[in-house]
């Protein structure tokens, strides 16, 4: 039968607390613009939703490890507003990751209501510096 656990958000480990978060957004970002300036036959472009929510780890009936919920569900959708290189966030996950970050508000704009799937609204910010070229600002 399928196994299903609650893992909160977020764990003990020190990669997991808000301070963190953007400069990983940021150097991931950054690697993958340096990737994409050493090769000429294709590009990798990617865009971020983040939100604050349960995700469950459970086995399906092959065995196989899943991730669903909330966290995951609203992550994707706030994604799909974005294009190439955006960093979406919503108000929950703007007043977790700005809470730990002294210097939220040179990174942080918000964007207003957005309604997404099953009518649902979503108010969004938006992660970008145009100086360290981090995100999208359209």
């Given at each position: 039968?399928?196994?299903?656990?609650?893992?909160?958000?977020?764990?003990?480990?020190?990669?997991?607390?808000?301070?963190?978060?953007?400069?990983?957004?940021?150097?991931?970002?950054?690697?993958?613009?340096e990737y994409n300036n050493?090769?000429?036959?294709?590009?990798?472009?990617?865009?971020?939703?983040?939100?604050v929510g349960p995700v469950?780890?459970?086995?399906?009936?092959?065995?196989?490890?899943?991730?669903?919920?909330?966290?995951?569900?609203?992550?994707?959708?706030?994604?799909?507003?974005?294009?190439?290189?955006?960093?979406?966030?919503?108000?929950?996950a703007f007043h977790y990751?700005?809470?730990?970050?002294?210097?939220?508000?040179?990174?942080?704009?918000?964007?207003?209501?957005?309604?997404?799937?099953?009518?649902?609204?979503?108010?969004?910010?938006?992660?970008?510096?145009?100086?360290?070229?981090?995100?999208?600002?359209?």
């Open positions: 039968g399928a196994h299903r656990d609650l893992h909160p958000f977020p764990t003990t480990r020190s990669s997991d607390l808000p301070e963190t978060f953007i400069p990983i957004i940021i150097s991931i970002q950054k690697s993958v613009k050493s090769i000429t036959d294709f590009r990798f472009e990617f865009r971020t939703g983040l939100h469950y780890k459970y086995s399906d009936v092959n065995g196989n490890l899943n991730f669903a919920g909330n966290g995951i569900n609203i992550s994707q959708r706030i994604m799909n507003i974005g294009d190439e290189w955006h960093i979406l966030c919503s108000r929950e990751l700005g809470s730990g970050y002294s210097n939220h508000k040179k990174y942080f704009f918000e964007l207003g209501e957005y309604k997404v799937k099953h009518n649902v609204d979503l108010h969004i910010y938006n992660l970008y510096n145009k100086e360290e070229e981090i995100g999208n600002a359209v």
